[in-house]
């Protein structure tokens, strides 16, 4: 098929990417001159495993191309994926600007059949909206062009993205017509001809379910990191109640370890955006508004642990920052709790040594101007001569150190753990003070 992307940003490429590995014939386009020239070259402005290779791979073979150019991304596709952006506006709302924008164009230049599938993620309605703008600029050039418009959630994880989109767990398409399913079906027969499902459902039912799943993950996030709190309060170990409650078939094991609070572009966006949307329909969705105020405050009793266990005196401190993305394997730090962290530390007078195995440039960005911060080259490196070390991703490369090796560099062997990662009691054996959340304070040995 042929097929066009609008919108280059994490997930249009890799849903270009990925269609194009499949067959299709995929041109990207976006407004942004310099990334699609260097998409042109192979040059991926974002950090995603296995993105390089694939987009490299299908530029060699001819199936994916890069073009600023909206009238000729029309002209291609037969299918139109709307991939931009919808970034939250100052009131907590999904701003659809780039979205109505992208539909203005798209009425502008259409001149045969097209299905348009919206794949960003959009509040309900959002897909009726953008056919009443196509449809007003066809009225405009007083053409009568059949189209179709479709809802297509992604569900792609930040460091997992390629696999989730050729190994889908489920396909969610909304359509209004069976027509338009046949075409969806086909399009997607290779990506879910191992039997994961493909769901099809009403165009408004479709946009929910992409809220309603982040909203949810996030929820059991909040859920757990309360539980931890009071585990804090209790003295019991969160751990052990997650393997507890882990086991149990209705609950699940995943998205139950408690740490620092979500981050990223996804989860925090999403829920206030549902949040916002609800109440300008007049419902309080009061779980939500608790889930989004739960995590708030997640990083800040974190970074008060902290500021405790020195009384609250960190003036002239050093610590250092192991992570940095709000998750492993990205080079993302759209809202990640390492930013707080740091800017909490260093306003009270400590200087922070950063590392994070790929978003060191991103933090060059972010922190920029904030003279209390430092960059290192490695893990072991900004850990010398420092007064604590701070863990808030959970970066493979962090999962087993040389505790030995960190004890030397180390000014006071202390360990503030966002990811509850290590075994207090062979951190406390080792001689190690180790501080992390809803787990009881191990001293075997002083420091």
């Not at 405009?140 to 059949?146: A, F, G, S, T």
């Amino acid at each position: 098929m042929h097929i066009s992307v609008i919108g280059v940003g994490y997930v249009g490429l890799v849903t270009g990417a990925c269609f194009a590995e499949t067959g299709n014939d995929v041109i990207c386009m976006d407004i942004d001159d310099d990334k699609i020239e260097k998409l042109k070259q192979g040059i991926i402005p974002i950090y995603e495993p296995h993105l390089e290779e694939l987009v490299k791979n299908n530029l060699k073979e001819g199936r994916l191309g890069f073009t600023t150019d909206i009238k000729k991304a029309v002209e291609h596709g037969l299918i139109i994926f709307i991939c931009v952006n919808t970034p939250q506006d100052e009131d907590g709302s999904a701003d659809l600007q780039y979205v109505t924008s992208v539909a203005g164009d798209i009425g502008k230049t259409i001149e045969k059949y097209r299905i348009l599938v919206i794949k960003s993620t959009v509040p309900v309605g959002t897909c009726e909206q953008v056919k009443e703008i196509v449809k007003k600029e066809l009225d405009k050039r007083e053409l009568d062009v059949p189209f179709d418009i479709a809802s297509n959630p992604e569900f792609l994880k930040e460091g997992m993205a390629v696999d989730d989109c050729m190994k889908p767990e489920r396909v969610v398409v909304g359509v209004e017509h069976g027509r338009v399913e046949e075409i969806l079906r086909e399009l997607y027969a290779p990506f879910v001809r191992t039997g994961a499902p493909l769901i099809v459902m009403d165009v408004r039912s479709s946009e929910m379910t992409k809220y309603t799943a982040n909203a949810m993950l996030a929820t059991r996030i909040s859920f757990m990191n309360q539980i931890a709190n009071i585990c804090d309060t209790f003295g019991a170990d969160v751990m052990m109640v997650m393997r507890g409650i882990g086991s149990d078939s209705r609950v699940g094991p995943k998205f139950l370890f408690p740490g620092v609070g979500f981050g990223g572009s996804c989860f925090p966006k999403d829920v206030r955006a549902l949040i916002k949307a609800s109440q300008s329909y007049g419902y309080s969705p009061s779980i939500l508004e608790s889930v989004m105020g739960v995590n708030e405050s997640q990083r800040v009793s974190f970074a008060e642990k902290i500021k405790t266990f020195y009384k609250d005196n960190i003036k002239g401190k050093k610590f250092a920052i192991w992570g940095l993305a709000f998750k492993p394997n990205t080079d993302d730090m759209r809202e990640a709790p390492s930013i707080y962290i740091v800017n909490v530390l260093t306003k009270n007078g400590a200087t922070c040594y950063l590392f994070d195995p790929k978003a060191m440039e991103v933090a060059h960005k972010v922190f920029e101007g904030n003279g209390n911060v430092r960059f290192g080259k490695n893990q072991y490196e900004v850990l010398e001569g420092v007064d604590g070390l701070v863990l808030v991703t959970e970066w493979l490369s962090f999962r087993e150190p040389d505790f030995e090796r960190m004890k030397s560099l180390m000014k006071m062997p202390v360990i503030f753990d966002g990811r509850n990662q290590y075994n207090p009691k062979t951190l406390s054996k080792l001689g190690f003070r180790y501080i992390c959340i809803g787990r009881p304070d191990v001293q075997i040995s002083n420091i």
